[in-house]
């Protein structure tokens, strides 16, 4: 069983819509969560860090953590053709600097 | 602030031979980290160092795999007898100090070709 699990997607949007990507965490240990975007044959880059349960806003992203569903997701409002890229969640678990990532959803946003 | 720099960029070798990839920190990071990365997955964690010492290594690093980071600075990751399977990117990261809620900033990555 994977630590993080995502749907490895294409997951598809129209250019404007809200983008909602979801992940799963089986070590109750972990206590902070990532999110990165990943473009081809690119490094991941961090869009976002949350770390209590609720909801968390920068921008047009919205980070949501669910502890005890142990469930953490991802929303982008007003998607745009640029989001089009691999988003990967990532896990801490506490007393630990090993981050465990999942394998990645792939967004497409369609003009 | 230069982000996290790797060098190099790609590396294309002969199944057998040493690599040794080197990978520079945020300058106020004391955190770093390499992970390994292959297509269709996310980034695997190798190893964490924390100033000199290495204080985290996975199972994932075999005996060919040898990371240092000898005065809290850059750091290397060697690969010797190298393998088709060890092809993959490797990437460095790090972060600042204090707590388990620091994110990690990723570099550009090795991307390492084994023929």
């Known amino acids: 069983q994977k630590e993080v699990e995502q749907n490895s997607g294409p997951l598809s949007v129209p250019e404007g819509a809200i983008a909602s990507l979801n992940c799963t965490y089986s070590?109750?240990?972990?206590?902070?969560f990532f999110w990165y975007r990943q473009y081809s044959g690119k490094s991941p880059e961090l869009i976002m860090s949350?770390?209590?349960?609720g909801d968390k806003e920068d921008g047009r992203f919205t980070a949501q953590l669910n502890k005890a569903s142990q469930y953490v997701s991802l929303l982008i409002r007003d998607s745009q053709p640029s989001d089009s890229a691999t988003y990967l969640c990532?896990?801490?678990?506490?007393?630990?600097?090993?981050?465990?990532f999942g394998t990645g959803t792939k967004l497409q946003v369609i003009p | 602030d230069t982000g996290v720099s790797q060098d190099p960029r790609h590396k294309i070798t002969k199944r057998g031979q040493n690599v040794t990839f080197r990978c520079d920190p945020i300058?106020?990071?004391?955190?770093l980290y390499w992970y390994r990365q292959t297509l269709g997955q996310g980034p695997e964690f190798l190893t964490y160092?924390?100033?000199?010492?290495?204080?985290?290594k996975s199972r994932l690093l075999s005996d060919r795999f040898s990371a240092e980071r000898p005065k809290g600075s850059f750091s290397t990751l060697e690969i010797q007898r190298t393998e088709q399977g060890d092809s993959a990117m490797y990437l460095c990261?790090?972060?600042?100090?204090?707590?388990?809620?620091?994110?990690?900033?990723f570099g550009d990555g090795t991307r390492l070709s084994i023929l």
């Open positions: 160092f924390q100033n000199e010492a290495q204080l985290e």
């Open positions: 300058s106020e990071h004391n955190r």
């Open positions: 070590d109750r240990g972990s206590q902070s």
């Open positions: 949350i770390y209590s349960n």
């Open positions: 990261a790090s972060s600042p100090s204090g707590g388990v809620n620091q994110p990690q900033h």
């Open positions: 990532a896990a801490r678990s506490g007393g630990y600097q090993k981050v465990t």
